[in-house]
Nanobody, 125 residues
Framework: QVQLVESGGGLVQAGGSLRLSCAAS????????MGWFRQAPGKEREFVAA??????STRYADSVKGRFTISGTQSTVYLQMNSLKPGDTAVYYC????????????????????WGQGTQVTVSS
């Protein structure tokens, strides 16, 4: 019903910037919120940022506040990553949360219905 494809990952030096994109297709009109998660080797997938278009709300993990910015529409979302650190190295995934009675942006993996394949971000020191 919703397909997500991430792009924009790559290798960047610490302090550099990178912009990730997530292209959504299918029933994009049914998307309530879109989120970005990341997963480092041997680690759990963790919340990074999310955006909802109902009220223009955004949420960020404490670890990326002030450095990352999420933006876009239900068909294309972006994650602008600035001041990158080696700790940001991970596979980044976009996820879609479909419309539901919930009126908050989910910050956990279980809060999202569809996922992209992921894009690798590597930050060198």
């Amino acid at each position: 019903q919703v397909q997500l494809v991430e792009s924009g990952g790559g290798l960047v030096q610490a302090g550099g910037s990178l912009r990730l994109s997530c292209a959504a297709s299918g029933r994009t009109f049914s998307i309530y919120a879109m989120g970005w998660f990341r997963q480092a080797p041997g680690k759990e997938r963790e919340f990074v940022a999310a955006i909802s278009w109902s009220g223009g709300s955004t949420r960020y993990a404490d670890s990326v506040k002030g450095r990352f910015t999420i933006s876009g529409t239900q068909s294309t979302v972006y994650l602008q990553m600035n001041s990158l650190k080696p700790g940001d190295t991970a596979v980044y995934y976009c996820a879609a949360d479909l419309l539901s009675p919930r009126n908050t942006i989910a910050t956990v993996v279980a809060g999202y219905d569809y996922w992209g394949q992921g894009t690798q971000v590597t930050v060198s020191s």
